[in-house]
């Protein structure tokens, strides 16, 4: 079993930056996918960035790229996502996942999700 604790949320100015972290415990995520979503207020939960295990791939949903990175370091068993130039229609929960089987932005394959941070943006 993994288990996934996200922190570094909050409220932000737009065109502020953002630190998210996920840090894994249970076992070593170096063989898993892992992946970023986030679900707005009445909406649906959407794809922000996946990595493969040794972070040789990375994928961004388009509307993100340039603007976040998404990191994994599997010597501490965390995830990142650096998010910069936050816009008002960042304002989510955002939930760090992870899936041992594939590379995808499909979260129905991510059996491991944690509790999710709020960021919300201010205009």
């Known amino acids: 079993q993994v288990q996934l604790v996200e922190s570094g949320g909050g409220t932000v100015q737009a065109g502020d930056s953002l630190r998210l972290s996920c840090a894994a415990s249970?076992?070593?995520?170096?063989?898993?996918?892992m992946a970023w979503f986030r679900q707005a207020a009445g909406k649906e939960r959407r794809f922000v960035a996946a990595?493969?295990?040794?972070?040789?791939?990375?994928s961004y949903a388009d509307s993100l790229k340039g603007r976040f990175t998404i990191s994994k370091d599997n010597t501490k068993n965390t995830l990142s996502l650096q998010m910069n130039s936050l816009k008002v229609e960042d304002t989510a929960v955002y939930y760090c996942?992870?899936?041992?089987?594939?590379?995808?932005?499909?979260?129905?394959?991510?059996?491991?999700w944690g509790q999710g941070t709020q960021v919300t943006v201010s205009s």
């Open positions: 996942a992870a899936n041992g089987v594939r590379f995808t932005a499909n979260p129905t394959y991510y059996g491991y």
């Open positions: 249970g076992r070593s995520v170096s063989g898993y996918n």
């Open positions: 990595i493969t295990p040794n972070g040789a791939e990375i």
